[in-house]
Structure formats: C-alpha cells, structure tokens
C-alpha cells in the first residue's frame, strides 16, 4: 500500500527565512503528488501538485516543489516565509489507477517574527 | 460558485449514540471521501464513493457507514458513537475522467466531533 512519510512534524522558522518541508513516498510505478496547507480551523487548500512533466512545480503563495523520482521525494520549498504562511502541510499521493488520496502525518509550520 | 458544504460544523453527543454528519457538493463531481483528522496521525480514509449507489470502506471503517443516493451528498453515520471517535471529519469529492483522473480533491471546512 502507497505511504506518505512527513520527516518532520513541526518547523519553525523566522519571518523572510527559506524554508523546505520534507515529504517522501513509498515507491510505484506513477503517482501524482500534491501539496494541501490547512489553517488554523479551516479546510485543507491545494498549494501545487505534479502530475507528470517538469519536475519543478511552482504553486501559489510563492512555494515550489521538486519531484525526484530515484528519491521517491516531493520537498515543498519557499525561499522566503511570511508569517501569514504559519499553518499545517500536508503532502499527498494519489497512485494512478486510483482516486485514493493518502496523506502524510503533516508538518506544522511556524514563521516568528 | 461551486463549493463542498459539510454540516454541522461543531457537534457534541454522548457515547452511544448515533449520529450522522453531512457533505453535500455542488460541482457534480463523481468521487466522495470521509477523512478522519487526528494530532499525529494526518488525515485518515474512512469511507469513499465513486459513484450513486457505490460505497467503499477505507483504512478506518469500523464505527462508521456511508450512502450514497445521489450525486451530491455522502452522509456519515456513526452509529453507536465512542470516544475515540472523537475528531475533526472532513468531506472531500473529486472528478474522475480520462486525463482527469489526475485532478486534486477538493475539502469541505470540516466538523469537529466531540463524544462524551
């Protein structure tokens, strides 16, 4: 069964520093992958996703991430945080044939001033 | 605009009891999700649906069935309600279709579950 493994549950971070929250997943033949941010009591939102194709994917809110399929990995990156970015993300994997989205354990991201 | 509408958003009930949280979307999609949401353990599958008439049992089923009647709602239904269902339950749909098999899950606001 596909997995989602978030290696770090909490982040924090100082306002206009980069950041990179880390996510790698179990190994398949082709996955998409996503990245959600959820606020504090709201709904998750979708920040970018792959599919196929370039292996940098660019999203809202300024992040981006890489796709690196000999490392099974989708780290989500943003060069420079904002302490409005302070919320949870999630990183996620549907695997193709399958409607299925699994989700990683989340990493709650922290930006001081 | 369309949207995903889960309700109630709070609800509060004594254990053993049952009780039944609403999803109702409006943009027609086919696929319908239950997530459970715990500290330290992400989001959880519960129940999914493909389609009217089409139910599936995810990783955290027990303690919980689904319906599906139409396109637009998948009700939840604890039936005998425990304390470790106590949790933040989010609805999620997404459409499948050719190349849009690869499209995102869009999520409801979600209703936090408290049994006592």
């Known amino acids: 069964a596909q997995s989602v493994t978030q290696l770090d549950s909490q982040v924090p971070v100082f306002e206009e520093a980069p950041v990179e929250l880390r996510c790698n997943y179990s190994?398949?033949?082709?996955?998409?992958l996503f990245w959600y941010v959820q606020y504090p009591n709201q709904g998750l939102q979708l920040l970018l996703k792959?599919?196929?194709?370039?292996?940098l994917v660019k999203g809202i809110n300024g992040f981006e991430a890489e796709f690196n399929k000999s490392q099974t990995s989708f780290h989500l990156r943003k060069p420079s945080v904002h302490i409005s970015d302070t919320a949870e993300y999630f990183c996620a994997v549907k695997q193709g044939g399958s409607e299925k989205l699994v989700f990683g354990k989340g990493t709650k991201l922290t930006v001081n001033p | 605009d369309a949207e995903i509408t889960q309700s109630p958003r709070h609800k509060i009930i004594e254990t053993g009891r049952q009780v039944t949280l609403a999803c109702h979307q409006t943009?027609?999609?086919?696929?319908m999700f239950w997530y459970r949401q715990d500290l330290g353990h992400g989001l959880r599958l519960i129940h999914y649906?493909?389609?009217?008439?089409?139910?599936n049992k995810g990783e955290v089923s027990d303690g919980y069935s689904v319906s599906r009647s139409n396109t637009e709602d998948l009700p939840l239904t604890l039936e005998s309600a425990a304390s470790s269902q106590t949790s933040v339950y989010f609805c999620a749909s997404s459409v499948t279709g050719g190349a849009s098999e690869r499209t995102e899950a869009f999520f409801g606001q979600g209703t936090r579950l408290t049994v006592v």
């Open positions: 190994s398949s033949v082709s996955v998409y």
């Open positions: 792959y599919l196929s194709g370039s292996t």
């Open positions: 943009w027609n999609h086919n696929n």
């Open positions: 649906s493909y389609g009217v008439h089409d139910t």
